[in-house]
């Protein structure tokens, strides 16, 4: 069986910007950025001048209203095979129209939908504060793909109410499918030394959202007197898996009747918290769990990525080795130097989710997918900064702003087939083209304004 067809995702949304909303300057972008240091997914944040503009409410004229009622919630072009995506947001996906977030964030991506952060200015997609009025996730479903470009509708999902914690960090935030087709999502929520843990969920069914529930869980970690930083979410084998990147993985069961979390340290090597972003990563290729990371060797030698599977075995969970290669023989392959690219360590993107041997990496604003085993590159795409499409100085390629997403079965169709016509469009022209030379050629010939043999 084929693979699904699957695009590398942007995570950091597009928007249309309010008539009179103006870019920020440079300087102001850098000032902006300079408060925006990243410790976490969830620090108050204000906006920069030109999303300032956005939520003070530009008056917009009819012909700006009868646009936005026309245009889809979401839309991309989505680009085939495996390149970067960029979804963008209408202004009917925003659930405050008042106060447009200008940086939406996907926080998860399956293969029938997407869940998207919204926030409300003076917030924005990854920095928010604790008040539900400025924190909404939002489901991107019902994609249709005709004549190039794939659509999509919001549906907002039920602000949590009645006591239910609010939404604390993107990054603990997981969306998954369960059994007769309905979706759960999840949250958990750690505070340091405490014996218990929350889990804050949600079902989504066909037909409605049943009400937020919550669930404590004793917490294994409550004796490190360490913080738990969320890098993010995955699904794999029914069971949840939150990592923090600097440190392992916490888990439990899928179905939350079992809800024990357990701690799972990362392997191979010892704790580093530098640049974890751009040499860790942890996702779920050919539905299992797979640890990936970038090793630099402290007493020198060449950097090696290395992969691990979680897998269950008759003694628990355990990591079993999958490969470990390092750069110098994925450098010398020819294959990377026909790339022309600098032989330097390159930033850890993402990885194939139905290939765990196909990493992508990010050198020099090209995004390289490297089959690892054979140390071969077998894809060379360039990406601007402005796909990641953040306020502030250039952000390092990472899982964080890229996230992999198997195409819907009906936005896989409609743009195969888009792309089956574009290529047989190109040929049916190159033989026009060709025609034409060779009749303009003939032409001469017997004109005598060529002579064949001179």
Not at 13 to 38: D, K
Not at 129 to 146: E, T
Not at 382 to 391: C, H
Not at 416 to 438: F, G, I, W
Request: proline fraction near 7%; glycine fraction near 8%.
């Amino acid at each position: 069986m084929a693979a699904p067809p699957w695009v590398i995702l942007a995570r950091v949304v597009r928007v249309r910007l309010a008539p009179g909303a103006e870019e920020a300057g440079e300087a102001e972008q850098a000032e902006h950025a300079a408060a925006a240091a990243e410790p976490g997914f969830a620090a108050a944040m204000a906006l920069p001048p030109r999303l300032t503009a956005l939520a003070a409410g530009v008056e917009a004229g009819e012909e700006e209203h009868a646009a936005a009622a026309a245009e889809p919630d979401f839309a991309a072009a989505v680009a085939l095979p495996a390149r970067v995506t960029v979804l963008a947001a209408g202004r009917g996906a925003h659930p405050d129209a008042e106060k447009p977030d200008g940086y939406p964030y996907i926080v998860t991506a399956g293969s029938d939908y997407l869940l998207a952060h919204f926030a409300a200015a003076p917030s924005y997609g990854t920095r928010f504060d604790d008040n539900p009025d400025s924190s909404h996730l939002v489901l991107v479903s019902r994609f249709n793909a005709a004549g190039g470009e794939t659509t999509a509708s919001a549906e907002r999902v039920p602000d949590r109410a009645g006591g239910v914690p609010n939404l604390r960090n993107i990054g603990n935030v997981i969306l998954y499918s369960c059994v007769g087709g309905d979706y759960r999502i999840a949250e958990l929520q750690v505070d340091t030394g405490r014996d218990l843990a929350t889990i804050v969920y949600l079902r989504l069914r066909s037909s409605h959202a049943e009400g937020w529930s919550t669930r404590q869980v004793a917490y294994p970690l409550s004796a490190e007197g360490r913080n738990w930083i969320p890098d993010g979410t995955v699904y794999a084998d029914g069971t949840l898996w939150w990592f923090d990147l600097s440190w392992g993985i916490l888990s439990c069961s899928a179905t939350l009747s079992e809800a024990n979390l357990l701690f799972h340290q990362f392997p191979g090597h010892a704790e580093d918290t530098t640049s974890v972003h751009t040499k860790r990563w942890v996702t779920a290729s050919r539905g299992k769990l797979r640890y990936v990371a970038i090793i630099i060797p402290e007493g020198g030698g060449p950097a090696r990525v290395s992969m691990w599977t979680r897998m269950m075995d008759d003694k628990g969970w355990n990591w079993y080795p999958k490969y470990s290669v390092s750069f110098e023989k994925i450098w010398n392959d020819k294959s990377y130097e026909e790339t022309e690219l600098p032989r330097n360590v390159p930033e850890l993107v993402i990885v194939c989710p139905s290939n765990p041997d196909l990493v992508y990496f990010a050198v020099e604003k090209h995004i390289i997918g490297v089959n690892v085993p054979e140390h071969r590159v077998v894809d060379d795409k360039a990406f601007g900064q402005e796909t990641l499409n953040m306020p502030g100085p250039p952000r390092p390629a990472s899982g964080r702003y890229f996230i992999a997403w198997e195409l819907p079965s009906t936005v896989a169709r409609g743009n195969l087939a888009s792309k089956a016509r574009d290529k047989e469009q190109q040929l049916l022209q190159e033989r026009t083209a060709a025609s034409s030379s060779a009749g303009a050629k003939r032409t001469k010939l017997i004109s005598g304004d060529a002579h064949p043999g001179v």
